[in-house]
């Protein structure tokens, strides 16, 4: 089946600094790939859609200047937060969306990272 | 507007039925998906239904789909321990860049 990798799975890091998270598509080409972001009980909040070789399409409230993202390659997308703070603490989930037979489309769900800034 | 809710949280006996339902605003929804979300994982897609069909049953999971009332359900027959974790609904839209949106999440709890 289709497969979605993150790395790091958990990130601890020092307000101030810049983190970057990996989202890999393992068996199949994602022309375009989702990263939402999960705070403690609640639902996924979807923050940008990134189309392979574009720029990302950011949701409204949503700073594309914080929340940098970047899909170079047809099974990479990144996703780098920019001056970290303790708000942006959070579980990042990215998604990939793989073309299946008769044209249509799926989603899956890569395992998330955990980022703590403290 | 787009707006999906569920129930928060839902205990079961282990061995029972569990139903966690979820309702939805947006009528041009075309396909309705579970997810499953265990603690600190990703999400797991556990079945999906088209928005003309009313009933899909995939082993033990069942989806009943009323469009009239925007009304989605899932059954799970035969509730494990193993089942226990955060389920989300979700629609797909027609236009929107096809985008996903989440309802918000029922926890269930299976109990021995």
């Known amino acids: 089946g289709a497969v979605v990798s993150q790395h790091p799975s958990r990130v601890i890091c020092k307000s101030g600094t810049s983190v970057k998270i990996e989202c890999r598509s393992l068996d199949f080409q994602a022309t375009t790939m989702f990263w939402y972001r999960q705070f403690p009980k609640q639902s996924l909040m979807l923050m940008a859609t990134?189309?392979?070789?574009?720029?990302?399409?950011?949701e409204q409230g949503v700073e594309k200047d914080k929340f940098l993202i970047n899909h170079a390659s047809l099974t990479l997308s990144t996703l780098t937060v920019t001056s970290a703070h303790p708000e942006d603490s959070s579980f990042y989930i990215c998604?990939?969306?793989?073309?299946?037979?008769?044209?249509?489309?799926?989603?899956?769900f890569g395992p998330g990272t955990r980022l703590t800034v403290t | 507007g787009e707006d999906v809710e569920q129930s928060l949280f839902l205990s079961v006996r282990e061995g029972d039925s569990s139903v966690i339902n979820c309702t939805y605003t947006?009528?041009?929804?075309?396909?309705l998906y579970w997810y499953k979300q265990e603690p600190g994982a990703g999400l797991q897609l556990l079945t999906y239904i088209f928005s003309n069909m009313d009933m899909k049953q995939d082993q033990r999971l069942t989806v009943l789909l009323n469009k009239k009332d925007k009304h989605l359900s899932l059954r799970i027959a035969d509730t494990q321990t193993g089942d226990s974790a955060i389920y989300f609904c979700?629609?797909?839209?027609?236009?929107?860049?096809?985008?996903?949106?989440f309802g918000t999440g029922t926890q269930l709890k299976v109990e021995l």
């Open positions: 990134s189309n392979e070789g574009s720029k990302a399409t950011y």
């Open positions: 979700a629609e797909r839209v027609t236009g929107g860049g096809n985008k996903l949106t």
């Open positions: 947006d009528s041009s929804s075309t396909y």
């Open positions: 998604s990939a969306r793989a073309r299946l037979n008769l044209g249509t489309y799926e989603q899956y």
